[in-house]
Antibody, heavy 120, light 110 residues
Framework: QVQLVQSGAEVKKPGASVRVSCKAS????????IHWVRQAAGQGLEWMGW????????GYAQKFQGRLIMTRDISTSTVYMELSSLRSEDTAVYYC?????????????WGQGTLVTVSS | QSALTQPASVSGSPGQSITISCTGT?????????VSWYQQHPGRAPKLIIY???KRPSGVSYRFSGSKSANTASLTISGLQADDEADYFC??????????FGGGTKLTVL
């Protein structure tokens, strides 16, 4: 079945960078975009950006411009999200999701989430 | 972009129907029919339950339905069941390959 499996929890110090992976299975990763969404504890969902694993192009929410990079390794069907200059407000669960449908606007399925904790 | 506006909480008794609203602007909900809804149980990843404002994915109960009028999208859950208790989020395409979520609504089944 279609599945996205993410890497494990991370603890980082302020100012550091974190890289989270999202491995796709059950379909060809080059067929659909991958989106990244985060959720702080007790808060709502926040869309961060998308990547097209086929061409490698990507787009990021304005809030993350300059400190968010998405990359991919097609040979392992894995997409990566790297967030730099971490601050305490970046503490959240980070999800990847496959974008399907018109403009790849429907997020299905989602990865299990990766908790990133930023603390000195 | 600003987050879409959802009520913080709604509640209903088993068997009843509830509706959750999701208000955006002419830059997102009002212009595009690309509104989706997600159900999230505590500690779990979100699950797609409505796409393109009113379409239901295979496997999602007929009790979930969606609609849209002008800048507001709505999710209706009929025949409430205990397992419907969860957080619900709307999401809209906002042009230029960007998306925006609502703040989320906590549904309590009394």
């Amino acid at each position: 079945q279609v599945q996205l499996v993410q890497s494990g929890a991370e603890v980082k110090k302020p100012g550091a960078s974190v890289r989270v992976s999202c491995k796709a299975s059950g379909y060809s990763v080059t067929t659909y975009d991958i989106h990244w969404v985060r959720q702080a504890a007790g808060q709502g969902l926040e869309w961060m950006g998308w990547m097209n694993p086929d061409g490698g192009d990507s787009g990021y929410a304005q809030k993350f411009q300059g400190r968010l990079i998405m990359t991919r390794d097609i040979s392992t069907s894995t997409v990566y999200m790297e967030l730099s200059s971490l601050r305490s407000e970046d503490t959240a669960v980070y999800y990847c999701a496959r974008g399907i449908g018109v403009y790849n606007s429907d997020f299905d399925p989602w990865g299990q989430g990766t908790l990133v904790t930023v603390s000195s | 972009q600003s987050a879409l506006t959802q009520p913080a909480s709604v509640s209903g008794s088993p068997g009843q129907s509830i509706t959750i609203s999701c208000t955006g602007t002419t830059s997102d909900v009002g212009t595009y029919n690309l509104v989706s809804w997600y159900q999230q149980h505590p500690g779990r990843a979100p699950k797609l339950i409505i796409y393109e404002a009113s379409k239901r994915p295979s496997g999602v109960s007929y009790r979930f339905s969606g609609s849209k009028s002008a800048n507001t999208a709505s999710l209706t859950i009929s025949g409430l069941q205990a397992d419907d208790e969860a957080d619900y989020f709307c999401c809209s395409f906002a042009g230029s390959r960007t998306w925006v979520f609502g703040g989320g609504t906590k549904l309590t089944v009394l």
